[in-house]
């Protein structure tokens, strides 16, 4: 027969705060398995630091046993850690416990934020969102301990009796309500295991088979982790993603203790960067699938794991951010991610250079957003070149050493290239090196395909053009002219540089029966073929070296086609391609001297309709509009119906002489 040691009250002031759990958690009752594998890890914990402090000299092996028993409908929770007494378990479960749970539930009844992270706090108390009635069963550690049975029903009423428990340790026995069944699946055990113990530092044991991970190697000093280590829980983590880029270990314990792994992944381009997929741990303890206040908005991208006993749990998510130690966290976390991007440029410039696609967008998204981490990388920002840097009248790529600011020449004289053998540079570099051609201009190309004749053009006369075409350069370019105040950025098919004009081909000759030069007269030419008042034909000679420069060319002024993109990407529509451009005629093309002659045989012997060669002029200046268009990707269906058509009549015509 057992005897009742004490039967009693709970001291609490909420009469049963058991519905008010009931109702307010409802959608994370789950949590009670992590409230309690957590105690009864603590307890296990305690029991070796005294075993360390040579108050306990007993056996020693951590482990928490979890057992289902589907006809008594019962879920229990075995540790051999320190165990309690009956005074114990009268202060930790009967004061401790239900006084926490009743001051949490005081916090938060009239609280209209669900969003308290992981709901920390409730503890032992959690087991009642589950269970009807809950038993311990406990032998403490010290010697000649009485073990005891604690039973209650959720209420404040409890019962404290002996317990016939031979072992040391904690038995906590959850009778599930009727529909709270689900926990005496296997299954539905294994997988809460798996989100919320699966790190935690104690073999968990189901049915004869430890179910836990139990290593968490965000813990450990980096110097004792292999790259394999950090691939392996990479994997883990996110098993159907691609290997990440990099990573970055964090390890502080001062001033606040924050442990974790971070990982660049490869950018996909629907990444949703409003997302974290961070998780959020608390001493191995899983808390959250991310970590959404607590990291900058920039890293939301990364991947891994944030460990942090000073990330404040039981608060609501607003409270959170405005948090002034999680505020300084996210600080730290942006710093080493920083020095993280700054060793790898300093170190490695051909991982650096094999990452940047991926890695540019964070470090640009980056400096957009956050001033400090601005500062920190802005050295470290390198676009992809038409220069040839590998060539030996170029500087080399100087490499910052160490944590000081002398620079010096790498060791390697070999200037890293990605794997197509391009180049990058940093923009000062850019900017030092094109002093002499072209101070303060950078000329630039979003569309290395539409934009190849424009990049050739630049290229054939020894201007350099850097590429910033990914999604984010857009605002980038925008950043950039902020930051470089004197510098003006134009993009290739803007305006022409004077170095690709034939200044000597400037003084023409005059055609004495029009008393016109012959540039007048092409421009007059195209501007009565294309009959587009909106197109504005401006006619050069540019220089051709080597036949690159087309006959003609479309010009996108920086400033109207910016407006343009700005105004698509305030509507969220496409970029309509602008209907004011300019037409640069390349008069040094034999096409256009070819036309010019054709049509000036036209305007001298035409009144009244057209001549065939008049039309045929007209018809070519056309086609020539429409190639510069097609270059740059300017036609629309209609466009493309016109020039086939056009192309058609045109050889018709020709073929027909
Ligand atoms: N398995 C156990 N073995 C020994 N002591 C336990 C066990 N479970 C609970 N206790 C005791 O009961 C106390 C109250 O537990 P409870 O889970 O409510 O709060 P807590 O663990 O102190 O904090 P938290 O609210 O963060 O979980 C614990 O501090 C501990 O002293």
Wanted: proline content about 4%; aromatic content about 10%.
């Amino acid at each position: 027969m057992t005897t009742v040691l004490e039967q009693g009250n709970i001291s609490i002031h909420t009469e049963n705060i058991f519905p008010i759990i009931k109702k307010w958690l409802y959608s994370d009752h789950e949590i009670f398995i992590r409230e309690l594998v957590s105690n009864a890890v603590d307890a296990i914990s305690k029991l070796s630091m005294l075993s360390r402090s040579g108050e306990f000299s007993g056996e020693l092996t951590p482990e928490i046993q979890l057992q289902i028993d589907k006809d008594a409908k019962t879920l229990s929770i075995t540790d051999n850690g320190i165990g309690m007494t009956a005074e114990e378990i009268k202060q930790y479960i009967n004061q401790v416990a239900f006084s926490s749970a009743e001051e949490f539930i005081t916090k938060y009844k009239d609280s209209t934020d669900q969003q308290i992270i992981g709901h920390f706090g409730l503890g032992f108390y959690s087991s009642f969102m589950v269970a009807d009635r809950v038993d311990i069963d406990t032998l403490s550690y010290q010697e000649a301990a009485t073990p005891v049975h604690w039973s209650c029903d959720g209420t404040t009423e409890f019962q404290l009796s002996e317990s016939a428990r031979t072992e040391r340790g904690t038995t906590i026995t959850l009778h599930l309500m009727d529909d709270e069944q689900e926990y005496l699946e296997p299954g539905r055990i294994r997988q809460l295991i798996k989100t919320y113990c699966d790190f935690m530092p104690v073999p968990i044991q189901l049915d004869g088979e430890v179910i836990n991970k139990q290593e968490a190697p965000w813990k450990q000093s980096p110097s004792s982790l292999e790259d394999s280590d950090y691939l392996e829980l990479y994997r883990y983590l996110y098993p159907f993603e691609e290997e990440p880029l990099l990573w970055v270990h964090l390890n502080t314990d001062y001033p606040f203790v924050v442990n974790g792994i971070l990982y660049f992944p490869k950018l996909k381009p629907d990444v949703d960067v409003n997302k974290g997929q961070i998780k959020l741990f608390c001493n191995q303890v899983f808390v959250s699938e991310n970590c959404e206040e607590i990291i900058p908005r920039f890293l939301m991208p990364l991947r891994g794991v944030i460990d942090s006993t000073d990330i404040p749990l039981n608060v609501s998510r607003s409270f959170l951010q405005n948090d002034r130690t999680v505020r300084r966290i996210a600080d730290y976390i942006a710093k080493k991610v920083g020095d993280r991007l700054k060793e790898l440029y300093r170190d490695s410039q051909a991982d650096y250079i094999r990452c940047w696609q991926d890695l540019g967008t964070f470090v640009k998204f980056g400096s957009l957003n956050d001033d400090k981490f601005k500062q920190q990388v802005k050295d470290y920002v390198i676009f992809r070149t038409t220069a040839d840097l590998g060539q030996t009248d170029t500087p080399k790529v100087e490499v910052q050493q160490g944590e000081d600011d002398a620079w010096a020449e790498a060791d390697s004289p070999q200037v890293a290239t990605d794997a197509n053998g391009a180049f990058y540079t940093t923009l000062k570099d850019y900017l030092e090196r094109n002093q002499g051609k072209h101070e303060n201009r950078v000329y630039y190309a979003t569309d290395e395909v539409s934009q190849a004749t424009y990049i050739q053009l630049h290229q054939s006369q020894g201007l350099e053009v850097l590429f910033m075409d990914s999604f984010i350069d857009t605002h980038f370019v925008s950043f950039l002219e902020s930051e470089y105040s004197d510098v003006k950025f134009l993009r290739v098919d803007s305006d022409l540089d004077q170095t690709l004009i034939d200044a000597d081909k400037s003084s023409e000759i005059v055609d004495s029966a029009t008393n016109k030069t012959r540039s007048e007269q092409v421009k007059e030419l195209f501007e009565k073929a294309l009959k587009r008042p909106q197109v504005t034909i401006r006619t050069e000679a540019l220089k051709a070296n080597d036949q690159s420069a087309p006959p003609a060319m479309v010009l996108l002024p920086e400033e109207i086609r910016r407006m343009q993109e700005m105004s698509a990407f305030i509507q969220h529509q496409a970029v309509q391609f602008p209907p004011n451009h300019t037409l640069l005629v390349n008069t040094s093309h034999p096409l256009i001297q070819n036309l010019a002659n054709l049509g000036q045989g036209a305007i001298v012997q035409t009144s009244g309709e057209p001549s065939p060669s008049e039309q045929l002029a007209a018809l070519i200046c056309e086609q020539v509009y429409d190639l510069a268009l097609m270059a740059q990707k300017g036609f629309d269906a209609d466009g493309m119906k016109t020039f086939t058509d056009r192309s058609t009549t045109l050889l018709t015509q020709l073929t027909e002489r």
